[in-house]
């Protein structure tokens, strides 16, 4: 049972460059969140996905592109990174609306 | 809109002491309330949930919270906890009303356990 699956751990990039973060689950589940975190802020939802090529934005949206051909995969993309993107992402899942939330490991991204 | 307030940003306590960390949350339709627990270097995982019936919820290593409507509060509390208890700690928010079932995160509460 491998869950939810984040790539990669660590990214080092610079300020311009396109990274794209992975995220990848097991479980078929329908909803699928991008978070990032940072001192002082807590976690703030990113974007997220209700199911297969449905997406909608969070409250950080600006700066990030999501997709979500198939359902247990569900990318991050950074179109052209500055530092202040520098954070640690989490993407997580859940069954339905209802259900708790399970997170992957997360990835810490530094834009230099 | 929902929102979530952790009222402590840091909770150091001594090995075997009770603790509470407090959560409200501001919400104007029915809540789901959630806390979890993040050790470093590793993601968030549920401690437990309270999505309706008993207002007293136990979850895992002897945590227990208590919805408080009226307050608008979802306390977490441990009796006595242990040195493996340090951890950052997040009080999350859903609802019926919650597009696309998001969470709604507070902004966490370190706590430290110390011998």
């Known amino acids: 049972d491998a869950g939810i699956t984040q790539s990669p751990r660590y990214k080092i990039t610079e300020t311009g460059r396109q990274v794209t973060l992975m995220c990848h689950q097991t479980?078929?589940?329908?909803?699928m969140f991008w978070y990032r975190q940072d001192l002082g802020h807590g976690l703030r939802l990113i974007y997220y996905?209700?199911?297969?090529?449905?997406?909608d934005k969070g409250e950080v949206p600006d700066g990030y592109v999501v997709s979500r051909s198939k359902t247990e995969n569900f990318p991050l993309t950074l179109e052209s990174a500055t530092r202040s993107q520098t954070s640690v992402y989490f993407c997580?899942?859940?069954?339905?609306?209802?259900?708790?939330?399970?997170f992957g490991n997360g990835t810490r991204l530094t834009v230099t | 809109a929902q929102s979530v307030t952790q009222l402590d940003s840091q909770v150091p306590v001594f090995e075997e002491a009770p603790v509470e960390l407090r959560c409200n949350y501001s919400s104007s339709v029915s809540v789901y309330l959630f806390w979890y627990v993040q050790y470093p270097n590793q993601g968030l995982q549920l401690l437990l949930k309270?999505?309706?019936?008993?207002?007293l919820v136990k979850g895992i290593n002897g945590f227990e919270a208590e919805f408080n409507k009226s307050q608008t509060s979802f306390h977490l509390r441990k009796p006595s906890v242990h040195i493996s208890d340090t951890a950052e700690y997040f009080c999350a928010v859903s609802g019926p009303g919650n597009q696309g079932g998001k969470l709604i995160f507070g902004q966490g509460t370190e706590l430290s356990v110390k011998p």
């Open positions: 996905s209700a199911a297969a090529d449905i997406t």
């Open positions: 309270y999505l309706s019936g008993s207002t």
């Open positions: 479980w078929s589940h329908s909803y």
């Open positions: 997580a899942s859940k069954y339905d609306s209802n259900s708790p939330l399970h």
